[in-house]
């Protein structure tokens, strides 16, 4: 059973870093699978934040966090994490992590995911 866990959330000060960690069992990266992030603010749709490809590394961001988030994985942890700088209030949501055999042009599209994490609430202060 394919399972994913993520941590790191919590509050903090506008400007201020955060590290996320999703931590999967059930597979391993060698699968092949995408890992995403995803974040869903109170009244707003699911918007993808980040992605890093399964097959080479290729990493994609949504434009409202260029420069700011880098999403990376440790193969050897079987982890995935998005190290998020220069927080803005903006940012503040519930954060979920996916895993999918997706194809890179429809990373954004939370459907085309297999598997989901609980998600991890993340509040920037102004």
């Known amino acids: 059973e394919a399972h994913l866990v993520e941590s790191g959330g919590g509050p903090v000060q506008a400007g201020g870093s955060l590290r996320l960690s999703c931590a999967a069992s059930?597979?391993?990266?060698?699968?092949?699978?995408?890992i995403g992030w995803f974040r869903q603010a109170p009244g707003k749709e699911r918007e993808g934040v980040s992605c890093?490809?399964?097959?080479?590394?290729?990493?994609y961001y949504a434009d409202s966090v260029k420069g700011r988030f880098t999403i990376s994985r440790d193969t050897a942890k079987n982890t995935v994490y998005l190290q998020m700088n220069s927080l803005k209030p903006e940012d503040t949501a519930v954060y979920y992590c996916?895993?999918?055999?997706?194809?890179?042009?429809?990373?954004?599209?939370?459907?085309?995911?297999?598997?989901w994490g609980q998600g991890t609430q993340v509040t920037v202060s102004s």
């Open positions: 059930g597979f391993t990266f060698d699968e092949d699978y995408a």
């Open positions: 890093i490809s399964g097959s080479d590394g290729s990493t």
């Open positions: 996916a895993a999918g055999a997706i194809l890179p042009r429809l990373w954004v599209r939370a459907e085309e995911y297999d598997y």
